[in-house]
């Protein structure tokens, strides 16, 4: 199966500047020109997907855009990916065809080369492990151990419900990350693959600080409210903004002045809002209209 | 699980000057000079180990030194490494843990960073992903396509039997392809994972070329006797090292000139043995002591 497989995605891979050897030797040689940040998701059948009910190429598409994705929330470039496979004996050929159908127009879209991998058939479920590589930006990396007291919490696009759909179909936030980078002075970010909660949560104890939230603020997704209508389990739409993992939208923590200009300026067609300020205090916490502050737990999708 | 295992390994990694941010942020951060050399292997349960028969400290370490030989056959010097694991979930943290505590003895002894990884779990057996990231020296990388006819071809160690135990605890030939691809000219190289006949067909067909073997001078590892005397199913202890795979061993293309000079200068403390000559006829071939030539069919690890 891999040898045939090799030949098929030989005749398919675009050439690329950065990949200076690919496919059919023991390693590729990439182009890089200082530091390189790198990143790694595996998506499990049972988990992150089922097979019988998600077409293929969805789930080759999510395995890349995951990574892109952690790549964006470090103001890093995207360079490559290297794609292992893990695939049921029965169909392997056509699945690992069909993942990588999924994987190739998003690479492409972001200019990624894809430097090789592993195909391998097992008796187990599909596994799909993409470790992606980027470059840092002149600016260097946004990290989530920046984020000061008295800046701003934002986030881009809309929050909440992408189970019904986005988590699989998001556009990795790599142009926006990017953008702002490069013109404006951001001191942290991440992206939410958790929850929102849960990742800003993750910014403060790197950061050492805590964050107050204006929940009229949030912008929550037309799907939280969908999902909290189907569901009608009491769960808010809010609640779903707040605590849904996987919107792959970013958190950053941006100075006040720099704040103002961005809101001001609007360089993005994505929206981008305001939701709340860092601050000196621990933990997470709700601010409401009149200055009130209550304790907020942070919760998402936590990693069994 | 998750989050408890990175609190584990956080204590438990060293700081390595390469790693210029390390675990705890969405990407990691290496110190690259120049350009990257990148390879990933993926291992499963029932085609690469058994768990119930095997330490998961040799599963880990292997997981590393397949990608490592993978650099050792490029005359990369390793750089850093990134794990992604799918682990049952019953006993998940105490395996991640003992995984690691085979491979990061490893990694420090090939002075490579972990650059984190993805940690999960699900309900089917284990897998784990590896992706190495190295570098050039300044004499470039080893292809498997610069063989020339009039090459000599030489291996490292001596073949065959591995799987009574040295496919799990060899060690990678990256000290040993450092040390050649700096102080001799070296046309080619690739490690043997799939068996010395089928690994030097793929430098042939790069190259476009063939090869003629010297079935006498082919180095027959004990393992290899051992085997055949177990098995007493008629396979011969050269066959053995024609074809069994996972000896992690080097195939080199020397220049005739520099062959002699190598074998008359013993740099390594390993055996370096010429075993035939690179040919410009496709195929493989073997001569015997009186210059008679008959093909030999490429044989070992077909990957399904």
């Not at 000061?148 to 699989?168: A, E, W």
Request: charged fraction near 25%; hydrophobic fraction near 40%; glycine fraction near 10%.
């Amino acid at each position: 199966m891999e040898s045939e497989f090799i030949g098929w995605l030989r005749e398919r891979l675009p050439s690329h500047p950065r990949l200076l050897l690919g496919l059919g030797d023991d390693a590729a040689v990439l182009r890089m020109s200082h530091n390189c940040v790198v990143t790694s998701d595996l998506l499990t059948e049972g988990v992150d997907f089922y097979l019988a009910e998600c077409d293929p190429r969805r789930i080759g598409r999510k395995a890349l855009a995951v990574n892109l994705s952690d790549l964006a929330a470090m103001g890093a470039k995207p360079v490559a990916a290297v794609v292992a496979l893990a695939l049921p004996r029965s169909g392997a050929l056509e699945l690992a065809k069909q993942l990588y159908e999924g994987l190739l127009p998003l690479a492409d879209q972001f200019d990624t080369a894809i430097a090789g991998g592993d195909t391998n058939t097992w008796d187990g479920p599909l596994v799909i492990s993409v470790t992606a590589l980027g470059e840092p930006t002149e600016r260097g990396v946004l990290t989530r151990s920046g984020a000061k007291p008295g800046d701003r919490v934002l986030v881009t696009g809309s929050l909440g419900g992408s189970i019904l759909g986005r988590h699989f179909d998001f556009t990795p936030r790599i142009a926006e990350a990017l953008l702002l980078q490069e013109r404006y002075r951001l001191h942290s970010a991440t992206d939410i693959s958790d929850g929102l909660s849960l990742d800003l949560s993750h910014i403060c104890e790197e950061s050492g600080c805590g964050a107050e939230l204006d929940l009229e603020a949030i912008p929550i997704h037309d799907d939280a409210t969908r999902l909290a209508e189907q569901r009608g389990d009491g769960v808010t739409p809010l609640a779903h903004a707040l605590s849904d993992g996987e919107d792959f939208e970013l958190i950053l923590a941006v100075p006040p002045e720099e704040t103002e200009r961005l809101l001001r300026e609007k360089p993005l067609a994505t929206p981008l809002t305001c939701i709340g300020e860092f601050v000196q205090h621990a933990g997470l916490w709700t601010r409401d209209a009149h200055g009130a502050v209550t304790p907020l737990t942070p919760r998402g999708y936590r990693h069994e």
